[in-house]
């Protein structure tokens, strides 16, 4: 099949052809990025078995939409088809009434074990979980373990993960299927080498668990109910989702809007002005901070007009500087390479480059500006880069930790924000340096 990510042609035949020899996820990753009603016109014209394989690759707010637009008959048959896990967020998107409709129709096991995962928390690993996942008994030897994968590891999620529990269904560890194969046939799961012990709780943060995959490279790990039974687990696939939708969401706010958690095409208008519209009239009000310090130097800059010309320069420079150390610290904050406890180490250490990027900054502008406008001139603007400069990377790396010691996402803190603090601040700096250095 074609794996290469093409728009679906507008001729008919030429689109039947294109469904025909393109995989399942090419479709869903083009039907994701489309407009709704050329989306349904496309997904209306697979077959039954076709349409099941791709709605399952597509994105839950994708997928409602499709189901709202569709007779009921048809939506009912797609959402049965879908792992517990995959409902329960599917019919997150959905209003409570709705919800209970499409619980209703599936059989009372499907019905308890999504039911079961939309009680947990929206942001817990139990509503990612999946429930389907096959256990081996601790007491069993390694050849009725390799029986029972055989004969029962059809319908589970995956097979290459395998929790170990005792008669309980306590977890007693978890072993990859790789290790099992290689194991004596003999010997107790229980006494295996490679068994591994990690687990997390239903409550659990969905981030910490999907970050927990990817730094130990695994497969899939156990979620524990509140007595330690074993209740489900969460695969890396979920887990990339997971850090993606996060990334994506920290992305969003370091540029002051509010994360969509739905495709560009999947909301409207009125939802982009939303998500924008609050940050920008907060940064608005921010930005009065700095009409009111040029009110206060009114005076110096009637004094010394030239001084004007620099105010752009100097707040960009500043601005920017304290943006890149805020977006340098968010990101280490997200994937845990910087803590809370190395608040002093970061802080003396970003004041140390924002001290050599200022004085480098400095050493060029001061030869420009004297050449044009003087000695005196070129000094405060040299001066006011170094320590605007150092400032600002101090502001811009503190803020996001000081964001997470009060249990506020860092990146809310966004770029913006520091370049607005910065920018009055430094104004400040700016023209108290030039009141020093020109005797104003």
């Known amino acids: 099949m074609s794996k290469t990510i093409t728009e679906p042609p507008e001729e008919d035949v030429e689109l039947d052809h294109w469904l025909s020899e393109t995989d399942e996820v090419t479709i869903a990753a083009e039907l994701d990025h489309i407009e709704s009603e050329r989306r349904q016109e496309i997904f209306g014209r697979l077959s039954p ?21 569709m007779d009921s008959g048809e939506a009912f048959t ?28 599936l059989t009372p096991e499907d019905r308890t074990s999504t039911a079961l995962l939309l009680d947990y928390p929206a942001e817990s690993a139990g509503r990612i979980m999946s429930p389907n996942f096959l256990a081996l008994r601790g007491d ?12 029962e590891g059809h319908d589970v999620e995956t097979i290459y993960f395998l929790p170990i529990v005792d008669e309980q269904g306590h977890l ?3 072993i990859e299927l790789e290790d099992l194969v290689m194991a004596e046939m003999s010997e107790h799961v229980r006494d295996l080498e490679y068994l591994k012990s990690d687990s997390f709780s239903v409550r659990d943060d969905q981030e ?4 927990y995959i990817q730094s130990a490279d695994s497969i899939a790990v156990p979620v524990l109910e509140d007595d330690d039974t074993l209740v489900g687990i969460v695969t890396v696939d979920d887990a990339m989702d997971i850090i993606q939708r996060e990334e994506t969401e920290d992305i969003a706010r370091t540029a ?32 009065t901070l700095t009409v009111n310090v040029l009110t206060a130097f009114e005076a110096t800059l009637e004094q010394v007009v030239t001084l004007a010309l620099f105010i752009p320069l100097l707040i960009g420079i500043g601005g920017n500087a304290g943006a890149q150390s805020a977006t340098t610290i968010v990101r280490a904050l997200a994937v845990d390479d910087v803590r809370t406890s190395d608040i002093v180490r970061v802080g003396v250490r970003e004041a140390g480059v924002g001290l050599l990027l200022g004085t480098s900054l400095a050493v060029v502008a001061f030869f420009v500006v004297w050449a044009i406008f003087g000695e005196g001139i070129a000094l405060v603007v040299s001066l006011t880069l170094v320590a605007v400069c150092t400032m600002a990377a101090l502001v811009g790396s503190l803020m996001p930790l000081f964001a997470r010691m009060v249990r506020v ?7 913006p924000f520091v370049t607005t603090i910065v920018d ?11 009141t020093a250095v020109l005797g104003l």
């Open 140 to 151: 069993m030897t390694v050849a009725e373990a390799l029986a029972t994968v055989r004969r």
């Open 78 to 105: 797609l959402f049965e088809e879908l792992e517990p896990d995959d409902r329960a967020r599917l019919l997150g998107e959905f209003p409570k009434e709705t919800v209970q409709t499409f619980l209703a129709i």
């Open 49 to 69: 078995e076709r349409a099941a394989e791709i709605f399952d690759y597509l994105e839950p707010a994708i997928q409602a939409q499709l189901l709202t637009a």
């Open 256 to 287: 002051a809007v509010e994360p969509l958690g739905k495709p560009y095409f999947a909301v409207t208008s009125v939802q982009l002005v939303k998500s924008r519209i609050v940050w920008l009239s907060m940064l608005a009000i921010a930005a």
């Open 172 to 174: 007693l560890g978890a």
């Open 208 to 211: 910490e668990v999907a970050r």
């Open 424 to 434: 009055a601040s430094g104004l400040i700096v700016y023209f108290l340096i030039a």
């Open 409 to 415: 996402d860092p990146a809310v803190i966004s770029a």
